[in-house]
């Protein structure tokens, strides 16, 4: 095929410089005879000639240029409005879904995609209070549920269970849901799953609110700050700012501020005094202070009326994406299971074709045929259309690749090794030859599924790299003895000529008469 492209080529360009010199010829010709009428006009012919000559070669290679050039795909554009964004990533999530192949595991990603778009419907927001235990969060919820929802009075004390409770802000249509969570890094029994239940909480929540009562330890800065990496909005409540002098509260807002910048800005730290404590009177009085939310009440007003929109897209995408890190997962588990029964398949295919027919050495080009149509099938596994050609192109570079790095010849003496601690009995060459030839095909196909997995990329590394990679993972002294024990199972299956052939002749022999 290269061969003919070339001598198409080699005619091509000869017939082009004939065309050329050709119309030279004819120029001067026209040129000298224009000259006997007028030597001024074939001068000026003469330069008109030049400068369509060399438009006409510019505007060619314009074209030529623009026709070589790799055609872009495009990619899709993502809608501006971030409720749109949302619509867009429940499709994609749909269709990934439908990919899964396990009905357990697709009814159960559909549940929750399900549970992803009535939340989406109904537009309700979510807030959740989280923090250590003791920092005052039930003392919130009492004070928030009274002044903005109405007298819904929360237990006192630890809360042990996560409970919920109706809010209506003014200005904000939506319906708003607080949660009360318990106290995280308690030391109990109950204290890790508890945790989780709060975790869980808070990555499902559209608003959080982070309770602390003193500077940030360096648990809550941790969780703080996994949480704004992860994407979630915060709102940061120093409780109990009546036990601290002024200027020693104004220094643990800073504090905290400065730790939790550019991710948060000042306004989203709030004090407050949600159940201050009595204070003794220099005339020995005891008063009791008015509990003081409004600087929560005030950001968390702002915050709702302004961003509410955007909180349930922001919330929503980010559990999609959750969601369907996890169906893509579940699809590359999929495909990777059957990519491998494409290489096995393949491999034993290999062994009984060079066993069957003996090769002066293990040249893998030889069975380049075989490889490619591998090749196609393992792209077809991962959603990628090859051409028997592009296969057969693909197999080439990987068995030059193989045979350059030297691992044809590490492969060789591997299973050689392997042959010799494995089989205490000698093996005919015709079915050494199969089991290294299926164990290359093995390395070669398991460097492609590295290949389609990263999207028809070998990598940073190159092929080189992936393959080296593919090599010292299917080296190992066990995997190696059970391969070539699943090989000679195999090969004595289609080919027992191949395997073993002077233990058999000594076998007939003791049997006959």
């Known amino acids: 095929m290269k061969r003919v492209r070339l001598l198409v080529i080699g005619v091509a360009a000869v017939f082009t ?71 867009v990533a429940i499709a994609a999530i749909e269709q990934q879904v439908a990919q899964i192949q396990d009905e357990v595991t697709q009814v159960a990603l559909r549940e929750k995609l399900k549970v992803l778009t009535d939340r989406w419907q109904q537009r309700d927001i979510r807030l959740v209070l989280l923090g250590v235990g003791s920092v005052g969060k039930t003392s919130i919820v009492n004070q928030l549920t009274g002044d903005l929802g109405g007298a819904v009075d929360a237990p006192m004390g630890t809360t042990s269970v996560a409970a919920t409770y109706p809010l209506k802000v003014a200005g904000v249509e939506q319906m708003i849901w607080l949660t009360d969570t318990p106290g995280l890094l308690e030391a109990s029994v109950e204290g890790p799953q508890q945790e989780a239940q709060v975790r869980q909480l808070a990555t499902e929540a559209d608003l959080l609110l982070f309770v602390i009562d003193n500077d940030l330890r360096q648990s809550e800065y941790a969780l703080a700050r996994s949480l704004l990496d992860m994407g979630k909005r915060l709102i940061v409540v120093l409780n109990k700012a009546d036990l601290f ?118 040249d893998l080009l030889a069975t380049a045929a075989i490889n490619a149509q591998m090749v196609v099938d393992l792209g077809r596994v991962y959603q990628f259309a090859l051409s028997l050609q592009e296969g057969k192109e693909l197999a080439y570079t990987l068995a030059r690749t193989l045979t350059g790095l030297g691992i044809v010849k590490g492969a060789m003496g591997l299973l050689a090794l392997g042959l010799q601690t494995t089989i205490p009995t000698a093996i005919a060459s015709r079915g050494v030859q199969g089991i290294s030839a299926a164990y290359l095909t093995r390395i070669a196909g398991k460097s492609f599924m590295d290949y389609f997995t990263q999207n028809q990329d070998w990598g940073d590394g190159g092929i080189g790299e992936v393959v080296q990679k593919q090599f010292q993972l299917n080296r190992r002294e066990q995997f190696v003895r059970e391969f070539i024990a699943d090989a000679i199972r195999h090969l004595q299956a289609t080919s027992p000529v191949a395997l073993d052939l002077p233990i058999r002749q000594r076998e007939e022999k003791e049997t006959e008469p």
């Not at 890190?325 to 579940?330: F, G, P, T, V, Y």
């Open 245 to 362: 002098p002024d200027s020693d509260l104004q220094a643990i807002l800073a504090e905290v501020r400065g730790r939790l910048q550019p991710d948060l800005v000042a306004a989203d730290v709030v004090d407050i005094a949600a159940n201050p404590q009595p204070l003794t009177l220099a005339t020995g009085a005891v008063a009791q202070m008015e509990p003081d939310l409004w600087p929560l009440e005030k950001r968390l007003t702002e915050v709702l009326r302004d961003e509410g929109a955007d909180l349930l897209a922001d919330s929503l995408l980010l559990r999609s994406q959750h969601l369907g890190e996890a169906a893509r997962q579940l699809i590359q588990a999929q495909r990777h299971q059957a990519a491998n029964a494409v290489i096995e398949r393949y491999q034993w295919i290999t062994a009984a074709v060079v066993a069957a027919t003996p090769l002066p050495g293990i």
């Open 17 to 87: 410089m004939g065309m050329v010199l050709w119309a030279i010829d004819f120029v001067l010709r026209a040129q000298a005879a224009i000259a006997l009428f007028s030597p001024l006009l074939a001068q000026l012919f003469l330069i008109a000639v030049i400068g369509l000559t060399v438009a006409a070669v510019i505007g060619g290679l314009y074209y030529f240029r623009a026709f070589l050039r790799p055609q872009r795909r495009s990619s899709p554009t993502l809608p501006k409005a971030k409720g749109d964004v949302a619509a």
